[in-house]
Nanobody, 117 residues
Framework: VQLVESGGGLVQPGGSLRLSCRAS????????MTWYRQAPGKERELVAT????????NYADSVKGRFTISRDNAKNTVFLQMNSLKPEDTAVYYC???????????WGQGIQVTVSS
């Protein structure tokens, strides 16, 4: 299983970024996908989750109305569209799935998002 994030970088407050996570090594369309983030000195926190077919999503209160999680099962990719970014969104963002048998957690390598003027 491999998860590879892309799309991070430096953006000004109020700006937007779109993160992508390309998956391989498992049946992507069968498993929920989740984005997490970890800011310096803080614990890793769940940002957004999407079910296997994309029918249901869930968000942390801190990002509701600003972030959108989506997926393209034909391309084995999950996305995180981040709008109205704030300095407190600065963190390393990770995609994660729980897959395989027995089920276990798999994490991407993480990608830096910095929101600063």
């Amino acid at each position: 299983v491999q998860l590879v994030e892309s799309g991070g970088g430096l953006v000004q407050p109020g700006g937007s970024l779109r993160l992508s996570c390309r998956a391989s090594g498992f049946t992507f369309s069968s498993y929920d996908m989740t984005w997490y983030r970890q800011a310096p000195g803080k614990e890793r926190e769940l940002v957004a989750t999407i079910t296997s077919a994309g029918a249901s999503t869930n968000y942390a209160d801190s990002v509701k109305g600003r972030f959108t999680i989506s997926r393209d099962n034909a391309k084995n990719t999950v996305f995180l569209q981040m709008n109205s970014l704030k300095p407190e969104d600065t963190a390393v963002y990770y995609c994660k799935t729980r897959a395989g048998w027995p089920l276990r957690n798999y994490w991407g390598q993480g990608i830096q998002v910095t929101v600063s003027s």
